[in-house]
């Protein structure tokens, strides 16, 4: 079926610097969304987006994060600059509405903060 | 506050075997209920839902589950598992009219022996 392509699968950044990571969603999806998953416990809602606006952000969704979706291009998350307990697994996910579709996940993004 | 509980951190059973993973919910509104499967270092893959009607819902690989008002469940079962079922099963819940976030339960890890 179609997928949600995420890139990189896994990246290592020191403390303070920047980090963007990168979806690419179902072509025909128009809803995208970031989830966070630390190792071994449970995945959280970070932020959805759509029609280039971020629809509802929850209050792991700090400051320091921002998302965009320019023209033609990835479902960016980006963080700067980065902490230690960004450390985890991000999912991106897509639907094509909030009613009935289903959602489909990318297979992540490992981030290590060191 | 909505909540979504699965009581059983790990269940070991051996091939063959019959399995219901449990996950219970608190909202009194409408919502959408659905079970993902997360295979070790992948993504959430779906695996069926329930919003309205016969509240036996089937989905992939011969899972199915029942959703019941008055106990607030949405139990997965299998009649008969294979070792590719091993993997971590998400219970999941979608609040109706919002903006389409998931609140995840925190995951049953299954572990299928030979």
């Known amino acids: 079926g179609p997928k949600v392509l995420q890139i990189p699968s896994h990246q290592i950044i020191d403390m303070g610097q920047m980090v963007t990571l990168n979806c690419d969603p179902v072509?025909?999806?128009?809803?995208f969304y970031w989830y966070k998953q630390i190792l071994g416990q449970q995945m959280e809602f970070l932020v959805n987006?759509?029609?280039?606006?971020?629809?509802?952000k929850s209050k792991l969704f700090k400051d320091q994060f921002s998302v965009e979706r320019p023209d033609g291009s990835y479902f960016t998350l980006k963080i700067q600059p980065t902490a230690l307990e960004d450390s985890a697994v991000y999912f991106c996910?897509?639907?094509?509405?909030?009613?009935?579709?289903?959602?489909?996940f990318g297979s992540g993004t490992r981030l290590l903060v060191i | 506050t909505q909540t979504v509980s699965q009581s059983d951190a790990h269940v070991t059973v051996f091939e063959g075997d019959s399995v219901e993973l449990r996950c219970n919910y608190s909202?009194?509104?409408?919502?959408?209920l659905s079970w993902y499967i997360q295979h070790h270092g992948h993504g959430l893959q779906f695996l069926l839902k329930?919003?309205?009607?016969?509240?036996v819902v089937q989905g992939v690989n011969g899972f199915e589950a029942e959703f019941s008002k008055s106990d607030s469940s949405f139990h997965l079962r299998k009649a008969s598992v294979h070792w590719s079922d091993s993997a971590v099963y998400f219970c999941?819940?979608?609040?109706?009219?919002?903006?389409?976030?998931?609140?995840f339960g925190l995951g049953t890890t299954l572990q299928v022996q030979p």
């Open positions: 909202y009194g509104g409408s919502i959408y």
């Open positions: 999941a819940v979608r609040i109706t009219g919002n903006t389409g976030k998931l609140i």
């Open positions: 072509s025909n999806h128009l809803y």
């Open positions: 996910a897509s639907s094509r509405d909030t009613a009935n579709s289903d959602y489909t």
């Open positions: 329930y919003y309205s009607g016969n509240p």
């Open positions: 987006f759509y029609n280039g606006k971020v629809m509802e």
